[in-house]
């Protein structure tokens, strides 16, 4: 028996496939199997017809965020009007595979993976056509409802690596995953669970010598929020994380760059002390950190659980600034419930931010699948506070996606009325 791996290697998704092939380098499962990248319909097309040719067993990997589901969907049907066989699985995975199941299923898929993907990835090249022995599934029953297998296997992230030595394909190393803040209109804590799994200082320095060793200079992460690496609470551990740093910053050559708190991570504002700060410049390249605001409205933080307020967002931009790093504020319009007096003080503090040297990264809010707020109604964002977005961005204060995700969070509500919600049976699976 053996199984040919294609993945459907997007831009938008090489993390989470990165992640996969770091679990199948760390314990390589006893089935023999070939890896391959497709970067198009037509080369994953092109990629099952040869494993086809070469294996017994191809598995089609996707993953993906909710807002391109329905994209793909119309993409996979293309693939399988090109090549189509019984010995061919459609593997859904990803955030918007694990709230959405069903919905997966429904649009074509032959399995969604649900939740961590490592270990299920690992059992199911080894499974044969036994799915309903691997965990951290759901599959069709004979009905068509999905069949969920019982919960994924979770480890620590030491376990398996960040990215792919064998095929050299690098990224940020993963330093933390779960979150213990619970802001409403995010899919990390219920993705990866309410509480942080940090990798270790020593697992990130092998990290950083494989990357090194294989002629990479540049190191970034990715975490749900920078400063809270090393500890279980909402207050930083600024010890463990230098250490971080400096074990980092000791392996890099001397024209390595080191970047912390800034893309494709931030900063929760209450961690921006002139502390953490100064330590921060002892150690990084960036000259920028990105700071999560989300609103300037206390009435609509305290509405998405943010944990912070207004007050806190303004000083961090202070001390930021102070030190040196320009601040690149996230803010999130149209929040469920928000009103033009919550976007009127949502712009003010965008003008401050701008007065202090700062940016704005502006998003539109979307009723992502599995978060407190996947069906709850967008707020209109009026004329006005849209024209004062665009004179932010022509004046260079502000930047980002908003526009396109307001048309996400439109196609996400559509997608939820065309695929109504059926409940997941469970099985017991004995391991
Ligand atoms: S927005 Fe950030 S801090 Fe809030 S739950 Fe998500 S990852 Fe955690």
Redesign the pocket.
């Given at each position: 028996m053996s199984v040919a791996l294609v993945l459907r290697y997007r831009k938008a998704n090489t993390y989470g496939h990165h992640a996969l092939l770091g679990a199948l380098e760390a314990e390589p499962p006893d089935t023999p199997f070939t890896v391959a990248f497709a970067t198009s319909p037509e080369a994953t097309a092109s990629a099952i017809a040869e494993g086809l040719r070469t294996a017994d067993r191809v598995l089609v990997l996707w993953s993906f965020y909710s807002p391109d589901a329905p994209a793909l969907a119309v993409e996979l049907a293309t693939i399988r009007t090109l090549v189509d066989d019984d010995r061919v699985l459609h593997v859904a995975g990803g955030v918007h595979a694990t709230a959405e199941p069903q919905q997966v299923l429904d649009a074509g898929w032959d399995v969604a993976a649900i939740g961590e993907g490592e270990t299920t990835l690992l059992r199911l090249v080894d499974a044969g056509d036994s799915l309903t022995g691997v965990r951290g599934l759901a599959v069709r029953d004979s009905d068509g409802v999905a069949l969920r297998t019982g919960p994924a296997i979770t480890r620590e992230l030491d376990a398996f690596g960040s990215f792919s030595l064998r095929h050299h394909k690098y990224g940020p190393i993963e330093l933390t995953r779960g979150?213990?803040?619970?802001?409403k209109?995010?899919?990390?804590?219920f993705m990866f669970s309410a509480r942080f799994r940090h990798r270790s200082v020593e697992n990130v320095r092998w990290h950083v010598r494989a990357m090194v060793a294989d002629g990479m200079k540049d190191v970034r992460f990715t975490t749900?929020?920078s400063l809270s690496y090393g500890t279980q609470t909402e207050e930083p551990d600024l010890d463990a994380v230098e250490e971080l740093l400096g074990t980092v910053r000791a392996e890099l050559p001397s024209h390595g760059r080191l970047f912390f708190g800034s893309f494709p991570s931030?900063i929760?504002p209450e961690h921006v002390t002139p502390e953490a700060m100064r330590m921060l410049r002892k150690y990084v390249s960036n000259d920028n950190i990105i700071i999560?605001a989300?609103s300037g409205s206390d009435r609509m933080l305290a509405a998405s659980r943010?944990?912070h307020g207004a007050g806190p967002v303004l000083d961090a931009v202070r001390i930021a600034a102070e030190a040196g790093f320009r601040p690149n504020v996230d803010f999130l319009f149209g929040m469920p419930g928000e009103s033009s007096a919550d976007a009127d003080a949502s712009l003010t503090l965008a003008r401050e931010v701008a007065a202090l040297g700062g940016r704005v990264h502006a998003h539109t809010f979307m009723p992502l699948p599995g978060t407190p707020w996947r069906d709850a109604e967008p707020a209109f964002v009026a004329a006005e506070t849209i024209t004062t977005i665009d004179q932010l961005a022509a004046s260079g204060a502000l930047y980002g996606h908003w526009r396109r995700q307001a048309e996400h969070a439109t196609q996400l509500a559509e997608t939820a009325k065309a695929y109504p919600r059926r409940t997941p049976r469970r099985r017991t699976v004995e391991q």
């Open positions: 979150c213990i803040y619970a802001c209109f995010c899919q990390t804590p749900p929020t931030e929760r999560g989300q943010r944990g």
